[in-house]
């Protein structure tokens, strides 16, 4: 599947409605789902440290642990998870882990910073999740941001400096 292509925009679109169905019932605005090589969507997931209470509840967290569970390193490593903003640092670690071969991300962690500003909710870190994926022993693809704009809409009134 080419990068940035329609389905590509498509996917991640589709991420954003999950952000925002996952504001809707009170959690925080993330989704992401996982895509098959051909596009094929197989998981999706919402962010939950809201409704559960786990604060390590993160939209890409809980679909990396879902597709660790259901598939082999070597399918996921054909695999992208598609997200409304780029991922954390610990979430990044879990698609590292997971094995998953490709990120395509939404709004930037740095854009994302700079939206909620200090929210003890999300202290967000500046660190790329390139850097975090550069710190390991295979390849991880990452492609964003993009839709930048309408992934940061789904935040507007959300965070307390908003």
């Known amino acids: 599947m080419p990068i940035s292509s329609a389905r590509d925009l498509e ?5 954003i409605e999950l952000a925002s169905e996952s504001r809707a019932r009170g959690d925080h605005p993330f989704g992401a789902l996982l895509a098959d090589a051909d596009g094929n969507v197989l998981l999706e997931a919402m962010n939950t440290c809201g ?5 390590t509840g993160h939209a890409e967290r809980n679909l990396m642990t879902e597709a660790s569970l259901r598939y082999d390193v070597d399918f ?26 490709c ?9 994302l910073k700079d939206l909620i500003g200090p929210d003890p909710e999300n202290l ?28 940061a809409k ?9």
């Open 11 to 15: 996917l991640l679109g589709r991420t």
């Open 51 to 55: 409704t559960k209470g786990d604060r």
């Open 76 to 101: 996921l490593a054909g695999c992208t998870m598609y997200t409304s903003a780029e991922p954390c640092a610990m979430c990044a670690g879990s698609v590292y882990w997971t094995g998953v071969g």
């Open 103 to 111: 990120v395509v991300h939404g709004m930037s962690e740095k854009a």
């Open 124 to 151: 967000t870190m500046d660190l790329p999740c390139s850097a975090v994926f550069a710190s390991g022993q295979r390849k991880v693809e990452v492609v964003g941001p993009l839709l930048a704009e309408e992934s």
């Open 154 to 162: 789904v935040h507007e009134g959300f965070w307390s400096g908003l």
